[in-house]
């Protein structure tokens, strides 16, 4: 196709003709063309993109014109499967793209033939509603294509089979697997390696990328351009996929699928159970040692407890002499030998784990209701990160509606190891002046004032009645959303849907179809909620969202910081805070007719120095210290 994708996306090009409701904009075609020089001179490019800009065609439409084998990776499963089951297909028509595309997601989310093999033969489950499940799943298992476990809603997502049905990298056999032939895993992966354009996640992204976790070498090879959108997202997942954990979970499933493998051998399991059977106790004892610590924390607390060091030096005794006896059968069967290797694994990370000696890296814990894993952290992510682009030879795209502080790029940039990147910084085209109306109220206390959450529901309340509801209350804890809660019930005539009171999906469902209602969530509510419309005319953030002082991760990196000579609050924790902000207050404002009112509870905004930088990242919207005037926007026709 000759027309340059400026053209395309124009006022004369095929989507205004073709898509319905598309309107031209400057700033998507400016994008648009921004990532096309991006992929055909294979450099990074950085590109911010205002709520409505169309960012989503903006990529797709240089992607599919360009020629070159491209990765667009999103920010979660579900984005994953609009952009491939409803944005790619309609930017494919109108260009008449012949293509092909490959969605690809993770080995969890797909069905493990040996493994639901295994499990029918072993016959051990904890109730008839999963006796019922597993039947369930081996009938779905003879017809399905894809093995995506997607497809079967009649097995809830959380239920305990799952992940006795599904492979991760530690337990898969790879190709000596006697189902290897049938694998859905691996027939998704060739799909991906023979696309011209596949569809991943971040998750999925960084287990190939940076630790080839997900096991088969390189699943996405010779990428000419990788798009990242919700970029926000990644210096965060990168330390995720950096790190090196052990957790109580992968320990119980290591015995659980030793002790499967030794059904198929003759004389094994007699030899091998006294070898097996004491981990489970010893993960048991750990466990009930480590309840005495906070939920998260350094390493170092659990090294100041005797007890606790005394069962894990125990279990590390353990897992050698599992590795030991399994070394002696692992030429008996192909399991028994992988069992064996990922013994040895486990071992080896474990040592790891509890030499805390490094300096480069944070030892963390975190305890589950159930459990416990172990951390290893990088502090700088960007080398490691550098590394990968320059490896890849690729174009690097990242975008999102929130990647700068104060209209500059430069802390994204460095925790990605960005040295000169390109950057595109693009408005949003709604416009605020007369949408928007940002309300900072008088008067509150201090955020760590014990009355803080009572006196910020009381000020709410007015611009609730104003709004008849249809208003988000974002908390940045969820002490605090529990509290506001508790104060609104029974205290408004409005609909509550409280974070924790049902699924997330379901809240926003009952919140859509009230038409007044109030919806209360703390981080998760923060980001990817889409309510255009009336049904949304108010959002309220309490306190401005700096990350919990007690994640050990955090403490590390603003320790080092500080060595270096660096202030770790205006470097690190302003900005980072500043760009959860601009996600909070992007659920307002979602199409060209949404009005709303903005409430932005924290004095700190307006009585510390640091507040300017909040401040100017905002949506360019009118501000009041009036309520009176919060009252008046309401009342003026729409």
Same mark, same amino acid.
């Given at each position: 196709?000759?027309?340059?994708?400026?053209?395309?996306?124009?006022?004369?090009?095929?989507?205004?003709?073709?898509?319905?409701?598309?309107?031209?904009?400057?700033?998507?075609?400016?994008?648009?063309?921004?990532?096309?020089?991006?992929?055909?001179?294979?450099?990074?490019?950085?590109?911010?993109?205002?709520?409505?800009?169309?960012?989503?065609?903006?990529?797709?439409?240089?992607?599919?014109?360009?020629?070159?084998?491209?990765?667009?990776?999103?920010?979660?499963?579900?984005?994953?499967?609009?952009?491939?089951?409803?944005?790619?297909?309609?930017?494919?028509?109108?260009?008449?793209?012949?293509?092909?595309?490959?969605? /690809?997601? !993770?080995?969890?989310?797909?069905?493990?033939?040996?493994?639901?093999?295994?499990?029918?033969?072993?016959?051990? /489950?904890?109730?008839?509603?999963?006796?019922?499940?597993?039947?369930?799943?081996?009938?779905?298992?003879?017809?399905?294509?894809?093995?995506?476990?997607?497809?079967?809603?009649?097995?809830?997502?959380?239920?305990?089979?799952?992940?006795?049905?599904?492979?991760?990298?530690?337990?898969?056999?790879?190709?000596?697997?006697?189902?290897?032939?049938?694998?859905?895993?691996?027939?998704?992966?060739? *799909?991906?390696?023979?696309?011209?354009?596949?569809?991943?996640?971040? %998750?999925?992204?960084?287990?190939?990328?940076?630790?080839?976790?997900?096991?088969?070498?390189?699943?996405?090879?010779?990428?000419?351009?990788?798009?990242?959108?919700?970029? %926000?997202?990644?210096?965060?997942?990168?330390?995720?996929?950096?790190?090196?954990?052990?957790?109580?979970?992968?320990?119980?499933? =290591? *015995?659980?699928?030793?002790?499967?493998?030794?059904?198929?051998?003759?004389? *094994?399991?007699?030899?091998?159970?006294? *070898?097996?059977?004491?981990?489970?106790?010893? /993960?048991?004892?750990?466990?009930?040692?480590?309840?005495?610590?906070?939920?998260?924390?350094?390493?170092?607390?659990?090294?100041?407890?005797?007890?606790?060091?005394?069962?894990?030096?125990?279990?590390?005794?353990?897992?050698?002499?599992?590795?030991?006896?399994?070394?002696?059968?692992?030429?008996?069967?192909?399991?028994?030998?992988?069992?064996?290797?990922?013994?040895?694994?486990?071992?080896?990370?474990?040592?790891?784990?509890?030499?805390?000696?490094?300096?480069?890296?944070?030892?963390?814990?975190?305890?589950?209701?159930?459990?416990?894993?172990?951390?290893?952290?990088? =502090?700088?992510?960007?080398?490691?990160?550098?590394?990968?682009?320059?490896?890849?030879?690729?174009?690097?795209?990242?975008?999102?509606?929130?990647?700068?502080?104060?209209?500059?790029?430069?802390?994204? #940039?460095?925790?990605?190891?960005?040295?000169? &990147?390109? @950057?595109?910084?693009?408005?949003?085209?709604?416009?605020?002046?007369?949408?928007?109306?940002?309300?900072?109220?008088?008067?509150?206390?201090?955020?760590?004032?014990?009355?803080?959450?009572?006196?910020?529901?009381? #000020?709410?309340?007015?611009?609730?009645?104003?709004?008849?509801?249809? #208003?988000?209350?974002?908390?940045?804890?969820?002490?605090?959303?529990?509290?506001?809660?508790?104060?609104?019930?029974?205290?408004?005539?409005? &609909?509550?849907?409280?974070?924790?009171?049902?699924?997330?999906?379901?809240?926003?469902?009952?919140?859509?179809?009230? !038409?007044?209602?109030?919806?209360?969530?703390?981080?998760?509510?923060?980001?990817?909620?889409?309510?255009?419309?009336?049904?949304?005319?108010?959002?309220?953030?309490?306190?401005?969202?700096?990350?919990?002082?007690?994640?050990?991760?955090?403490?590390?990196?603003?320790?080092?910081?500080?060595?270096?000579?660096?202030?770790?609050?205006?470097?690190?924790?302003?900005?980072?805070?500043?760009?959860?902000?601009?996600?909070?207050?992007?659920?307002?404002?979602?199409?060209?007719?949404?009005?709303?009112?903005?409430? =932005?509870?924290?004095?700190?905004?307006?009585?510390?120095?640091?507040?300017?930088?909040?401040?100017?990242?905002?949506?360019?919207?009118?501000? @009041?210290?009036?309520?009176?005037?919060?009252?008046?926007?309401?009342?003026?026709?729409?």
């Amino acid at each position: 196709m000759d027309e340059s994708v400026e053209a395309l996306l124009g006022s004369d090009g095929p989507f205004t003709r073709e898509v319905p409701g598309f309107v031209p904009r400057a700033v998507q075609q400016a994008m648009a063309a921004a990532v096309a020089a991006a992929i055909d001179e294979r450099h990074a490019l950085i590109a911010e993109a205002g709520t409505g800009t169309g960012k989503t065609f903006a990529y797709l439409v240089p992607a599919l014109v360009s020629g070159k084998r491209i990765i667009v990776s999103t920010g979660t499963k579900a984005l994953q499967d609009q952009l491939f089951h409803r944005d790619l297909p309609r930017v494919r028509s109108v260009l008449g793209a012949r293509l092909s595309t490959a969605l /690809l997601k !993770g080995r969890a989310n797909y069905l493990c033939l040996h493994r639901l093999d295994q499990v029918r033969k072993d016959g051990r /489950l904890a109730s008839r509603e999963e006796v019922a499940q597993l039947g369930t799943i081996h009938a779905w298992s003879t017809r399905t294509a894809s093995g995506d476990r997607a497809e079967l809603a009649d097995v809830p997502e959380d239920s305990p089979l799952w992940p006795r049905v599904t492979s991760t990298t530690d337990n898969c056999l790879g190709s000596e697997c006697p189902l290897f032939a049938e694998c859905f895993v691996v027939r998704a992966r060739r *799909a991906a390696q023979e696309a011209d354009l596949v569809v991943v996640n971040h %998750h999925l992204l960084f287990a190939d990328l940076a630790i080839k976790q997900e096991g088969f070498g390189e699943i996405l090879p010779g990428a000419q351009a990788f798009i990242l959108d919700e970029a %926000h997202q990644i210096p965060e997942l990168a330390g995720q996929f950096f790190s090196i954990s052990l957790g109580m979970r992968q320990l119980t499933e =290591l *015995a659980q699928d030793a002790l499967a493998e030794c059904a198929g051998v003759s004389g *094994a399991l007699a030899l091998l159970q006294p *070898a097996i059977d004491p981990l489970m106790p010893a /993960l048991r004892r750990l466990r009930l040692e480590l309840e005495r610590l906070p939920a998260k924390g350094a390493f170092a607390l659990i090294e100041r407890d005797a007890a606790a060091m005394q069962e894990l030096e125990g279990l590390r005794e353990l897992l050698g002499a599992l590795a030991d006896a399994l070394e002696r059968h692992a030429e008996r069967s192909r399991g028994l030998a992988s069992v064996h290797e990922r013994t040895l694994g486990f071992a080896a990370r474990l040592a790891h784990l509890l030499d805390s000696s490094a300096r480069d890296a944070v030892h963390w814990y975190e305890l589950t209701p159930h459990g416990f894993t172990l951390h290893a952290t990088p =502090l700088d992510l960007a080398g490691p990160l550098r590394e990968l682009r320059e490896q890849s030879h690729a174009a690097w795209i990242f975008t999102s509606a929130t990647l700068s502080v104060d209209r500059q790029f430069g802390h994204f #940039a460095r925790q990605l190891g960005l040295d000169d &990147p390109h @950057t595109l910084l693009l408005d949003s085209p709604f416009d605020y002046a007369s949408q928007a109306l940002a309300w900072l109220p008088t008067g509150l206390p201090e955020p760590a004032d014990p009355t803080y959450t009572d006196r910020v529901v009381e #000020a709410v309340l007015p611009v609730l009645e104003a709004s008849n509801g249809r #208003a988000f209350l974002l908390f940045t804890s969820h002490r605090a959303l529990r509290r506001a809660a508790e104060r609104l019930e029974g205290c408004v005539p409005y &609909p509550l849907f409280v974070q924790g009171t049902a699924p997330r999906h379901r809240l926003l469902e009952g919140f859509r179809a009230s !038409g007044n209602g109030v919806l209360l969530g703390a981080a998760s509510f923060w980001e990817g909620v889409d309510v255009a419309g009336e049904a949304l005319s108010v959002v309220v953030i309490d306190k401005l969202p700096f990350a919990a002082p007690d994640d050990p991760v955090l403490v590390a990196r603003l320790d080092a910081l500080r060595e270096a000579g660096l202030n770790a609050f205006t470097e690190w924790q302003v900005p980072n805070a500043v760009i959860a902000l601009k996600q909070g207050v992007g659920r307002l404002i979602r199409d060209i007719h949404d009005r709303g009112v903005l409430v =932005l509870c924290d004095p700190r905004l307006t009585g510390k120095g640091y507040g300017k930088a909040f401040l100017a990242s905002l949506p360019p919207m009118p501000r @009041t210290r009036r309520v009176e005037e919060v009252v008046a926007f309401f009342a003026e026709p729409s």
